[in-house]
């Protein structure tokens, strides 16, 4: 029991260097064998813990998704179809009356029937086709469509004009000695017998063509009209209009000519004097013709050439013009044989109806307002076909719809922006009612932006209905973004989506604003959608607060609905940052996120400031509880404001929101102390001090232990206090409370595996080799969470150091469970003391005969079956302490050997040095096991010298002992300054021989500094040397004379030598009257 105690003494001897954690817990007089104290069960309820871990485990959880900004594609979670968005009937077109009815199906008839040009291939070209679509559009029974279209064939035809626009040419031939031409255009309408047809006399005003003049719309033409000469060009730009009454659409065609003009007679008289002409032959001659008889009777001299260079002529039949219309370009044509043409001209033909025999027509009806009617209605049958509540259809026409609408745009000579309007004008009101694919509607408004820009303007009440039309549209947008989070909800991609295209229709609405001359908003668009977002948000906001947090209700049973509503506050402004907050700035230049930010902020803070103030005189543990849960989530949300770069926290209304919650933290924070002793008393009291698992060493309790250290440090990064003074007193505490957590652990651990029963002959305990890992694993997880346990310090404090009081706690706690690991590897080392004493005595008994490594081997393979049991069941840091706990108990189990046995040979020591350098080796294990610094330092050094020594002579353990105590000397600088000497004894002449070498630092005798100096020596005794300070006195020779080593330490100290050089002579003593030996 002795050897033991002396064995834990060694291996624990310096561990009392400083005061320890432990020290101060237990300032009180409390037995060894006292129980470990047990928490308080008022602190929350008895019971094991468990369940206030679980709350607190749900609480970090909320938090592990509040690090850092959100990420779109975590939040973009859901693909399934959008949320149905509010439809109202009354919102789209007015219903229209039976008589209205009428006509306009009798308009929709007569435009199938009297349909003229070619028809394209999408196009149904079937009129029988067309009239029974028609029949299924407007609901009519077999008898009375039968009817309507016997009506409508009745009636009269149409009048037919074609619109032509005469746009450019390009590579036309150079006629002229520049290299240029001038070119002009002739162009009319020819029978098909190609005789011009002669005007009518009430037609005469129609030729007011000006040459220069900007029309304000399309000429009528009389048979010819002409358009200005473009000087020096050969790619010349005309965009002129003209209009041609046709007469049959079927032969009819037009004829274009193409000239270089060569003088200054002017064109447009030319023309007048039509009727001067006689005699023509074939049409080209007959427009050349033209030219000449009027310059004939010109200004011009008779006698001049007048002669036009022809560029080149097309032949159009009207028949072959598409329904539609076309712009493209027709290649230039000779008007003979002998002619030599180049290049192409750009033409925009339309053949449209002028006058038409139907109701709609004589009662006013414009075609502008007939195609509105026809296309709502239209639109509202071919929707009917899809899903009942589809909401991406993009307005899909079938191709009889679509052939109605082009044969009565075209003949009611509609432009392309009519057209536009009017597709937009009926879509967004039909979406009113019936939701449509957003995609669908900003094409219509790009298409509409594109023709704005080339026309520019409509009439007036063209206009007035566009304007009312964004009007409407604009309202009902607002009024879907007042409940965004209803239609659009952010975990949506399909309603995000929708979203993203709603808010580019109304963008490009507000870039329609400046061109309106009646502006359809009476405030700027994004003005209107920002009153719209803010009004949305009190909305949503109070409709929660009604839900989960009445203020009807008192308020302990408030508290828990206001927690819910901060979280579902925070996860809402996830949306906004993630997913809102770029489409609104990117489209329409809103910052949303920031204006529901200020908002939902300003109205969650005022709830929380007045909950406070009801609860703070009714602080329960309950309450303390609830109002902790509720700061972290305030918390939360002032600190994702903070964590976005260029935001400053300090304005927010949530700044000093932490004041009226400190005394509820407080009392929450002494819970958690309690509970967590109640959690670790439990975890241990079902341990079985056996590894979790195979790839574990440690036992349940320590992953329980490391578990509640971790959720301690996890709970104070979410507090994260402002308040710097106040954060160091609850830092403080709650690392005393964890420190004072481990250490009960610890002395839990203790007693639990002292009540175990020991195997007998067990050498190595798994229990404790258990408690052992439990114990380290403790120590990295309560240092991890301490140091996590930083408060800010202020402008005092250091980046990235921990505040004082925290680092000396950690120290403190440190060094405890370091003394606790040492004292668990002195329990594990000490059952291994017999065995080791048996195998070193085997050693030191072996005789000589037997090699060395004979000797050791026994005690090496002991060590090494030892040694793997321990490798199996300890992690590498407390291997290392039992490594070096049983290095230490093999150097006292060789040093007690070597006590045992004296007067012993030289080659015992020289096997037990053998045995030592096996051991070395060994221990150090190619570096795999202790280093060789810390093999050989400590009992190493004064077991190697005491076997080295024993190996030595008598004359060479002398001469070491002296040299030994010259090393002890002190070197210190003395005031009288240093003498070196070199001396040796002749034994066999009884004579000292002293060399005097030199002086240093001697005290200056002369008045010039310098002294003469001139040694002296004389044998003494060594009672007359005071400044001798040797402990111990040394052995004499036979004649009773000092050694030399002896006699050279008293010349170097000693008084002076009477001579510099020469024997040793008698003197006496002056100390005590006594002779010197």
């Known amino acids: ?265 002017s064109l447009v008289e030319a023309c007048r004097k039509l009727n001067e002409v006689i005699g023509l032959k074939g049409v080209s001659r007959y427009f050349k013709q033209i030219v000449k008889s009027a310059r004939a009777n010109g200004t011009a001299g008779p006698t001049e050439d007048h002669t036009d260079d022809f560029l080149g002529c097309l032949n159009i039949p009207v028949r072959e013009v598409p329904v539609a219309g076309e712009d493209r370009w027709f290649k230039l044509e000779p008007r003979s044989s002998a002619s030599r043409v180049q290049g192409d001209c750009q033409l925009v033909l339309k053949l449209i109806t002028t006058q038409r025999d139907t109701n709609m027509s004589q009662r006013g009806r414009s075609g502008f307002l007939s195609y509105l009617l026809l296309l709502s209605r239209l639109l509202q049958f071919e929707h009917r076909a899809e899903e009942p509540n589809s909401s991406s259809w993009r307005g899909e026409l079938s191709g009889p719809a679509a052939t109605v609408l082009c044969l009565h745009g075209a003949q009611s000579n509609l432009s392309a922006l009519q057209l536009a309007v009017l597709h937009w004008q009926v879509s967004s009101r039909h979406h009113q009612t019936r939701t449509l694919d957003y995609g669908y509607l900003l094409g219509l408004l790009e298409d509409l932006q594109a023709h704005w820009e080339e026309a520019g303007s409509l009439p007036q009440e063209q206009e007035e209905g566009l304007a009312d ?359 594990l080392t000490s059952k291994m003391v017999g065995d080791v004493r048996k195998y070193v005595q085997h050693v030191s008994l072996s005789p000589d005969s037997i090699q060395n490594d004979e000797a050791v081997a026994p005690l090496l393979k002991y060590l090494d079956e030892k040694l793997a049991l321990l490798n199996a069941s300890l992690v590498k840091e407390n291997l290392s302490r039992v490594l070096e706990a049983l290095w230490e108990l093999l150097l006292q189990a060789i040093l007690q050997a070597l006590g045992a046995n004296r007067d012993v040979s030289a080659d015992f020591y020289g096997r037990f040095h053998f045995t030592l350098e096996a051991l070395v080796n060994f221990f150090h294990a190619e570096g795999q096991g202790l280093p060789l610094e810390s093999l050989r330092d400590g009992s190493y050094k004064r077991l190697e010298e005491e076997l080295r020594l024993h190996q030595c002579s008598t004359r060479e353990c002398i001469e070491q002992y002296y040299l030994d105590k010259l090393k002890q000397r002190s070197l210190e600088h003395n005031r009288f300054g240093r003498l070196s000497v070199r001396c040796h004894y002749e034994a066999a002449e009884q004579r000292l021989a002293v060399e005097v070498l030199h002086a240093a630092d001697l005290l200056p005798l002369d008045a010039n500094a310098p002294c003469q100096q001139r040694p002296a020596a004389a044998v003494a005794p060594a009672c007359c040397s005071p400044s001798w300070t040797m402990t111990g006195c040394p052995p004499t020779t036979s004649r009773g004379r000092q050694p030399w080593a002896w006699a050279a330490l008293a010349a170097s100290r000693g008084p002076r030598w009477e001579g510099a050089r020469g024997p040793a002579s008698r003197s006496r003593c002056t100390c005590a009257g006594r002779e010197p030996r």
Not at 7 to 33: D, G, W
Not at 599 to 623: G, I, N
């Open 1 to 265: 029991m002795s050897t033991l105690l002396e064995i834990k003494s060694s291996v624990l001897r310096q561990v009392q260097v400083c005061p320890s954690f432990r020290r101060r817990t237990e300032e009180e007089p409390a037995s060894s064998n006292a129980d470990p104290p047990e928490p308080t069960a008022a602190a929350w309820k008895p019971g094991d813990g468990v369940e206030f871990f679980s709350q607190m485990r749900l609480i970090l959880k909320k938090g592990e998704g509040r690090q850092g900004l959100p990420c779109p594609e975590v939040l973009l979670c859901s693909s399934s179809p959008a949320p149905a968005e509010p439809v109202d009937p009354s919102r789209g077109l007015r219903t229209l009356s039976q008589e209205e009815v009428d006509m306009l199906y009798e308009e929709a008839l007569y435009t199938v029937l009297h349909r003229a040009g070619t028809m394209g291939p999408d196009q149904v070209d079937d009129e029988e086709a067309l009239l029974s679509y028609l029949q299924q559009v407007f609901g009519t029974s077999p008898e009375e469509h039968a009817a309507a279209v016997e009506r409508v064939k009745r009636a009269k035809a149409p009048t037919y004009a074609l619109k032509v626009s005469v746009v450019r040419a390009k590579n036309l031939l150079a006629k002229d000695p520049n290299g240029f031409s001038d070119p002009y255009c002739m162009l009319g309408i020819l029978p098909a017998s190609g005789a011009v047809r002669e005007p009518s006399p009430h037609k005469e005003q129609r030729f007011s063509f000006r040459k220069g003049s900007k029309r304000g719309g399309p000429l009528p033409a009389k048979c010819i009209q002409v358009t200005e000469v473009k000087s020096s060009t050969l790619n010349p730009v005309w965009k002129e209009h003209f209009l041609f009454e046709i007469e049959d659409v079927g032969t009819d065609q037009l004829h274009l000519d193409i000239w270089d003009h060569d003088d200054d007679v």
């Open 469 to 827: 039309s964004f009007s409407a549209f604009s309202e009902f947008g607002l009024q879907l973004l007042r409940q965004l989070r209803d239609y659009f909800p952010a975990t949506n991609s399909t309603a995000v989506y929708r979203l993203e295209l709603l808010l580019k229709c109304l963008g490009k609405l507000q870039l329609f604003q400046p061109s309106f001359e009646i502006c359809p908003f009476e405030t700027e668009l994004n003005m209107d959608i920002a009153a719209a977002l803010k009004r949305g948000n009190r909305e949503w906001f109070d409709k929660l607060l009604n839900t989960q947090s009445p203020r009807e209700q008192p308020g302990p049973q408030r508290l828990a609905g206001l927690v819910k509503l901060a979280d579902t506050i925070y996860e809402d402004l996830q949306s906004c940052y993630g997913i809102y907050a770029s489409l609104f700035h990117s489209i329409i230049k809103v910052d949303f996120f920031t204006l529901t930010f200020r908002q939902l902020e300003r109205l969650v803070a005022e709830e929380a400031w007045v909950l406070t103030e009801e609860l703070s005189p009714k602080m329960t543990l309950e309450v303390a509880s609830g109002l902790f849960e509720l700061y972290l989530s305030l918390a939360d949300i002032q600190r994702f404001w903070s964590s976005i770069p260029g935001r400053d926290s300090r304005s927010l209304a949530l700044a000093g929101i932490h004041a009226p919650f400190l005394p509820a933290v407080k009392l929450w924070l002494q819970v958690l102390r309690d509970q967590t002793k109640w959690r670790l008393q439990g975890a241990v009291d079902v341990d079985t001090l056996e590894p979790m698992d195979a790839s574990s060493k440690h036992s349940s309790s320590a992953a329980t232990a490391s578990l509640c250290f971790s959720h301690i440090q996890e709970l104070w990064a979410c507090l994260a206090w402002p308040d710097p003074a106040q954060a160091q007193t609850l830092g403080t505490q709650l690392s005393q409370d964890l420190c004072e957590a481990a250490l009960f652990y610890t002395e839990l651990l203790r007693k639990k595996v002292d009540a175990q029963p020991g195997a007998a002959g067990e050498a190595v305990s798994e229990p404790l080799c258990v408690v052992l890992n439990d114990v380290e694993l403790l120590r990295k997880a309560a240092g991890q969470a301490l140091r996590g346990l930083a408060w800010p310090e202020g402008a005092a404090g250091l980046e990235g150091t921990l505040p004082r009081p925290l680092l000396s706690c950690t120290q403190a706690l440190d060094e405890d469970l370091q003394r606790e690991a040492r004292t668990v590897t002195a329990h």
